[in-house]
């Protein structure tokens, strides 16, 4: 017995240490700062989402994977980039414990890298800067009838097809 109570505070303290090295010893913001989204935005982006079974979806910059995790309880293959580590380990963690391994994935990769055609659904809470670059980037490779949900900001030449709140609905209509 003592030895599995031994062996839970050596792995409780590696566990510390690849912490500590993740928050103090790379760059603690590797990107857009993280700013959460709440639970009320999240079940908004659920409800603008639509989702069907069979779909796939994406959040971009994806924080601590509360929205990857909330379409992946919603049955959706849901999978998230991440360029911060810290939040890469701490989603994966996350995802570990509320038992969603293997339909929620945590990426850590630059959301630039992102091949959108494999996707029903982006979700995005970028800048203003970054969704003036990907906005012509969705337009193109999104599936007909792909949605794009953003929050807090809109693309500037793309109408929203719905607006609620901060929320924000996009349909790829092209043909």
Known sequence: MLFYVGLAINIILIIALFYVILVFLLPPFMGAPYVPSS???VEKMLQFSQAKAGERMVDLGSGDGRIVMAF???GIEAHGYEINPTLVFL???AIRARG???KAHIHWRSLMSVDFSQF???V?????RLMKTLEARFQKELPLGGRVISNT????NWPANKKEDKVFLYRVDKI
Not at 124 to 128: A, E, N
């Open 39 to 41: 639970r009320a935005v």
């Open 72 to 74: 992946a309880k919603a």
């Open 91 to 93: 989603s994966r963690l």
């Open 100 to 102: 969603l391994r293997g």
């Open 120 to 122: 029903d659904i982006v």
């Open 124 to 128: 995005i809470y970028g800048l203003p």
């Open 153 to 156: 900001f809109s693309f500037k």
